[in-house]
């Protein structure tokens, strides 16, 4: 029986009639021709690469959607969902989020599963709410139309890309699409080999759009020799104690959990441009957890530090890292996966070590990574032994 593993909930405005889908990767948008299977604008033949467009149905002005990720097809919704298209959609990433011609993305994602999977997409229409057109009462105008996508892994697709020797990514992506078309009755990947493919042990309510709580009561300034003290430690980049404020405000506790200090020039963002930094702290937190579902170690890098195969260092990908480490035996719990002692250094005392690990979080030059799982380490390996 299909099982949801996982869905968040966002809000996109519609631009022309339509607002997309796209892939976490930003990879796949090479589509020269659009068709129209029902709704959902794709490729000929119903498979997407990377990205879809929605069309209204309603003529709507903003768009309420709920995205839900499932471990294999599942059932149709209620009665007040109508069925509006369903397609095969390749994803680089394994994850996606909505944009539209008048806004970029609300940094709201979903991890759907895997990355370079084929997956099954079917979007519903929902209920539409209206009101009293504007200069005229007895006629109404849609403001806003409901929408639930669902996705669920047909197959691994990685293979004809795992076997280039090109490492561009949009060229690589493109690959998946010799794997194409999918055998009648192939089996559909193994969800308990793949932790992105396991809901959280203690499930939890579906994320919903985010948005951040100012406090009532604003904290004191910040001194001038505190603003200082943490420009000096690399927290907040060129920050004057009003900008460390409105940062403090903004962020909160998140500042405990970030892998790195924010991005250079954050400390002239406006209030806005915090918030929306926090909202994709907030989901690349999320996401990492989803990641990594049954808690297992994890270990903080620099990205440099992590070859990954096919794209990356992105969430989900996997890679071998390279840790220099005063004892052999470090990082023991998350180098495990093929680990190699490379190189001694005697004369700093450290030893080289690697390890097949994946990315959880990838944040301001950092990653978060734990060790790879079999299925997950194998794609690595294939990579090595091709390529020397």
């Known amino acids: 029986m299909a099982e949801l593993i996982r869905s968040v909930e966002d809000e996109m405005p519609i631009s022309y009639s339509r607002f997309d889908l796209v892939d976490g ?9 659009e068709t129209e299977t029902g709704a959902l604008l794709t490729e000929p033949g119903r498979i997407a690469l990377g990205q879809v467009g929605i069309k209204s149905q309603a003529w709507a002005r903003t768009a309420h959607v709920r995205m839900e990720a499932w471990d294999s097809e599942p059932p149709a919704p209620g009665t007040s969902w109508s069925e509006a298209g369903q397609v095969l959609y390749l994803s680089p990433g394994g994850t996606v989020f909505l944009c539209s011609l008048e806004v970029g993305h609300s940094g709201q994602m979903l991890l759907i599963g895997p990355p370079f999977f084929a997956y099954g997409l079917r979007a519903y229409a929902g209920p539409v709410r209206t009101r009293p057109a504007d200069g005229d009462g007895a006629l109404t105008e849609a403001v806003e139309e409901t929408w639930l996508l669902q996705f669920w892994p047909l197959a691994d697709v990685a293979a004809p890309a795992l076997r280039t020797e090109s490492e561009t990514g949009g060229q690589t992506a493109a690959r998946m699409r010799e794997i194409l078309p999918l ?35 604003s904290p004191a300034p910040a001194s001038d020799h505190e603003a200082e003290g943490r420009i000096s430690r690399g927290i907040v980049p060129q920050e004057t104690p009003a900008s460390w404020q409105r940062t403090e405000e903004a962020l909160g506790d998140l500042r405990i959990d970030m892998l790195g200090g924010l991005p250079a020039g954050s400390g002239s963002w406006s209030r806005s441009q915090i918030e929306e930094y926090a909202t994709r702290l907030r989901t690349s937190m999320r996401i990492g957890g989803e990641l990594n579902p049954h808690g297992a170690p994890t270990l903080r890098l620099e990205a440099s530090s992590v070859r990954t195969v096919l794209i990356g260092p992105d969430p989900g990908f996997s890679g071998r890292a390279w840790v220099w480490a ?4 470090a990082h023991v719990d998350v180098l495990s996966v093929d680990r190699q002692h490379i190189v001694r250094d005697r ?42």
Request: hydrophobic share 40%.
């Open 183 to 217: 055998a009648p009755g192939s089996a559909a990947p193994i969800s308990g080999e793949w932790p992105a493919l396991h809901p959280l042990p203690a499930p939890e309510p579906p994320t919903g759009i985010l948005l951040w709580s100012h406090p009532a009561q």
């Open 326 to 329: 005063s004892d052999e035996r």
């Open 25 to 33: 990767s930003g990879l796949g948008h090479d589509a020269e021709q």
């Open 347 to 388: 004369i700093r005392q450290n030893t080289l070590l690697t390890g097949i690990v994946t990315i959880l979080r990838n944040e301001s030059g950092f990653v978060e990574v734990r060790a790879a799982t079999e299925v997950e380490a194998a794609r690595v390996i294939t990579v090595e032994r091709l390529r020397g």
